[in-house]
Every structure is written in structure tokens, then in C-alpha cells.
């Protein structure tokens, strides 16, 4: 529990900006590229943005001229940042890490935060 921590969520206007942020255990952060997802109430989950170790990045479709997903490697820390926000990017937002091998106490497998809530509208 904890090794994955969003926040940031919030109530914001259509054309608004919000950036949300993560927080990741050090071991996770290192050996794992950190993902952005949300889901919509009736929707499947989606992935929205990712960045590897090295600060590759990948952006759904929808979202890659709006969106901007950034590493802070000092604190272990990973953020979107969302401009230009529309009612459909109202859902709420999780990060997942993939790791791939044992690191400290932590096994392989997918990693969630527990989600921070976006709402846009009027």
C-alpha cells in the first residue's frame, strides 16, 4: 500500500488546466515506466500518457496535443500535466507501474494508486 500515490484531482472548467501528480516508492520509480490511465463512470479503463526511466514518453491520441507527462526523478515523482480541458477528460486518473522483477519487498506485477478525480464542466 503507498507505493503508487495520486493527487491533484479537482473540479475545473472546460479550457481549464489541472496537473496531477504521483508519487512512487524509489525501488518502483527505478526499474518501471510509470503510466497515466483514467476511467469514465460506464467506461473501460484507458491508458492516457506514459514515460519510461529515461523520460520517454507516449500520449493516446486525444490527448498527445493537450496532455504532458513528466518525471521528477529527484523526488521520485511523476506528473500530468493537462491543458485545454474538455468534459470528455472528466474520469478519474490513476498511475500503474509495471515491475518487472523483485525489488526490496516488492514483487513483479502491475502497481495502481488508488485514483484522484477529475471533473470539467460548466
Known amino acids: 500500500q503507498g507505493h503508487l500515490v495520486e493527487s491533484g484531482g479537482a473540479s475545473v472548467q472546460p479550457g481549464g488546466s489541472l496537473t496531477l501528480s504521483c508519487a512512487v516508492s524509489r525501488g518502483i520509480f527505478v526499474v518501471s515506466p510509470i503510466d497515466w490511465y483514467r476511467q469514465a463512470p460506464g467506461e473501460q479503463r484507458e491508458l492516457v500518457a506514459s514515460?519510461?526511466?529515461?523520460?520517454?514518453?507516449n500520449y493516446a491520441e486525444s490527448t498527445k496535443d493537450r496532455f504532458t507527462i513528466l518525471r521528477d526523478n529527484a523526488k521520485s515523482a511523476v506528473h500530468l500535466q493537462m491543458n485545454s480541458l474538455k468534459p470528455e477528460d472528466t474520469a478519474v486518473y490513476y498511475c500503474?507501474?509495471?515491475?518487472?522483477?523483485?525489488?526490496?519487498?516488492?514483487?513483479?506485477?502491475?502497481?495502481w494508486g488508488q485514483g484522484t478525480r477529475v471533473t470539467v464542466s460548466l
Open positions: 500503474h507501474a509495471r515491475v518487472p522483477i523483485t525489488v526490496g519487498d516488492v514483487q513483479p506485477g502491475d502497481y
Open positions: 514515460v519510461t526511466q529515461l523520460g520517454y514518453t
